[in-house]
């Protein structure tokens, strides 16, 4: 019976952790740290509005997928877009029949998310493909790539179907453990390796049949009780060629070289949500709202911003010379990517951000938890 019991409080234990308080103020039951008040916006970057768009409402850990030029977005309703990203117009919409769990996963060409009755849902050009039973939960958008669809479930099995009929492939499973995050997890693809956050490793995996190629341990459990173990991989993670860098929650920050599974370092790091980068530095927001980059060489910390404590920030984008990021009150936040000063803030619509920002050519976009989808290209 303990099991389920503390299934439910692991997903209490991430909302907690997203809102940043510790694990302790969990238990104890003080309350939420004060937000910070805003600074002062230099407003030394121009920043202006490009387009915007809607969804609906957001409920679920929304992954905002980018190809090529079009950007791939969700609502907890079951509707699915695929908007094109220099203009936001629609290129098409449909829905996976069921309330949304997890994604979304796309080509280009398939679309796939998950829903909260564990259905795998293929569409595309706004058409059901084909819906596959899952026998448990997920919370990480499926990945779509070669022709397959890759899914990480909450126990941290992974599998493969088809991508044109939905028929299994394969599945690689590990023995289960006491908690489960709910939220996104790792699942990416790098040259001819399907990597996958399994606890606190990353594994390099065949996509062909799912043996295991390697294991690289980001961080290493050490508490004395399961939350204080709960050291899951939890996305999006930074790559740049070879280089993957990645959380372990509440524990780590750390990068791995994926041609060999080789941990090329691990930072000490208390956060909760996957970091952003580029070929010079890894950006991640801690739990308490501090903004943090590091070294990608070497992981030696570069700067520390401070100023938005407790805000409740989502995980950070780097676009060239800029890290954005968004808050609980819908606010995107600009700073700059080498010593971490205020730029720029742009408010959307109040309800606050949804997923990372991403970036598509030279356009920057936040989804909102109403389902706004808001576009900005920097001046």
């Not at 179907?161 to 499973?173: A, C, E, V």
């Not at 006491?178 to 997890?185: D, I, S, T, Y």
């Not at 952003?276 to 060489?297: L, P």
């Amino acid at each position: 019976m303990m099991k389920p019991v503390m299934r439910t409080l692991a997903v209490a234990l991430a909302a907690t952790a997203l809102a940043g308080c510790s694990v302790f103020s969990f238990f104890s039951g003080p309350e939420k740290p004060k937000a910070a008040e805003l600074p002062a916006n230099p407003a030394t970057l121009g920043v202006r509005p490009a387009w915007a768009n809607h969804v609906g409402p957001v409920n679920f850990p929304l992954v905002i997928n980018v190809t090529g030029n079009q950007l791939a977005v969700a609502a907890g309703d079951g509707t699915v877009a695929v908007l094109d990203a220099a203009t936001g117009r629609d290129l098409w919409r449909g829905n996976a029949g069921a309330p949304i769990a997890a994604g979304v996963g796309s080509d280009g060409t398939t679309l796939a998310v998950i829903t909260t009755a564990n259905d795998l849902v293929a569409l595309s050009g706004g058409r059901v493909l084909w819906r596959e039973k899952l026998p448990a939960q997920s919370y990480t958008a499926p990945l779509v790539a070669g022709n397959r669809v890759f899914v990480l479930a909450g126990d941290r099995s992974v599998s493969a179907f088809d991508g044109q009929s939905g028929r299994k492939l394969w599945t690689q499973s590990r023995p289960g453990e006491p908690l489960v995050l709910r939220q996104a997890g790792v699942l990416l693809a790098v040259g001819d390796t399907l990597l996958a956050g399994q606890g606190g490793r990353l594994v390099g995996f065949n996509p062909l049949n799912g043996s295991v190629r390697w294991e690289a341990p980001v961080a290493s459990a050490r508490g004395t009780n399961d939350v204080e173990r709960l050291i899951d991989l939890v996305g999006r993670v930074s790559r740049q060629g070879n280089s993957v860098c990645t959380r372990a929650f509440q524990t780590a920050v750390g990068c791995v070289d994926a041609s060999r599974g080789q941990v090329a370092w691990s930072k000490p790091a208390n956060g909760s949500d996957g970091v952003g980068g580029d070929d010079r530095f890894v950006v991640g927001t801690e739990s308490d709202g501090r903004v943090v980059a590091w070294r990608r060489d070497n992981g030696e910390r570069a700067w520390i911003y401070d100023r938005l404590l407790h805000r409740t920030l989502t995980g950070p984008v780097v676009v060239g010379s800029s890290v954005a990021f968004g808050d609980a009150d819908g606010n995107l936040h600009v700073l700059a990517r080498d010593d971490g000063t205020l730029r720029n803030r742009i408010p959307t619509d109040g309800s606050g951000a949804a997923a990372a920002p991403v970036v598509a050519g030279s356009t920057m976009v936040m989804v909102t938890r109403n389902g706004g989808v808001h576009a900005f290209v920097p001046q």
